[in-house]
């Protein structure tokens, strides 16, 4: 089992930036890749942004050159800095891992956070 504990969520105003981080801890043999979700109210989850174990990353429109996302390897953390916020930005924001296990190395499998609020006014 692999449990992924997210912090550094609140509000902020708008133009203000927040840091948020996603400790994954467990039965983790590799951890592949991380990826920060949102879900704004009323609308569906969608991707921020993501950072494989070799460091590349990709990013929504929405959010590149805004959001940064870095990831230590040593412990199994991932972190979203979030600069020149605005209200769009409110949201529900997630954490994913792709996970490979040691008892099954040959499957990947997806694990969730519980979520942290982001709320930006104006």
């Known amino acids: 089992q692999v449990q992924l504990v997210e912090s550094g969520g609140g509000s902020v105003r708008a133009g203000g930036s927040l840091r948020l981080s996603c400790a994954a801890s467990?039965?983790?043999?590799?951890?592949?890749?991380f990826g920060w979700y949102r879900q704004a109210p009323g609308k569906e989850r969608e991707l921020v942004a993501t950072?494989?174990?070799?460091?590349?990353?990709n990013y929504a429109g929405s959010v590149k050159g805004r959001f940064t996302i870095s990831r230590d390897n040593a412990k199994n953390t991932a972190y979203l800095q979030m600069n020149s916020l605005t209200p769009e930005d409110t949201a529900v924001y997630y954490c994913?891992?792709?996970?490979?296990?040691?008892?099954?190395?040959?499957?990947?499998?997806?694990?969730w956070g519980q979520g942290t609020q982001v709320t930006v006014s104006s």
């Open positions: 994913n891992a792709e996970v490979t296990v040691p008892t099954a190395l040959s499957t990947m499998f997806n694990y």
């Open positions: 950072i494989r174990n070799a460091g590349s990353t």
């Open positions: 467990g039965n983790i043999f590799r951890l592949n890749a």
